[in-house]
């Protein structure tokens, strides 16, 4: 039951109920009180897949908006105007690196 689309969990999930009140169905026609019920092994089981089932649920949907936000956010980056990419170069023409200025400090003492 390892399935990753949202239509096959639902489905599951489905499955999952009809067989839940199959169960209670099935106990209560015994006779078992609602106490007993909820403490059937196989009632626990089929509880512990449909909160599998609704946690996966839950992260596909998640997953989705996470995606549809993505789209939208680069969307509005490729419609935003484009920046100048020489700021490194602007940067290295104000601010000489200390190796240059060492270097012309050493021309300045020759040449006197």
Do not use: F, H
Not at 64 to 69: A, L, N
């Amino acid at each position: 039951m390892a399935s990753k689309g949202k239509e096959e969990r639902s489905e599951q999930k489905a499955y999952w109920e009809e067989k839940l009140s199959q169960r209670l169905a099935e106990l209560k026609e015994k006779g078992v009180d609602s106490g007993k019920a909820a403490k059937d092994t196989s009632v626990r089981q089929i509880r512990a897949k449909l909160r599998e089932t609704n946690n996966r649920l839950a992260t596909i949907v998640n997953l989705e908006k996470k995606v549809q936000e993505m789209i939208v956010t680069k969307a509005e980056k490729l419609a935003a105007p484009k920046e100048k990419k020489s700021k490194k170069k602007e940067a290295q023409e104000e601010a000489e690196s200390k190796r240059q200025q060492k270097k012309k400090k050493k021309k300045e003492k020759k040449a006197e």
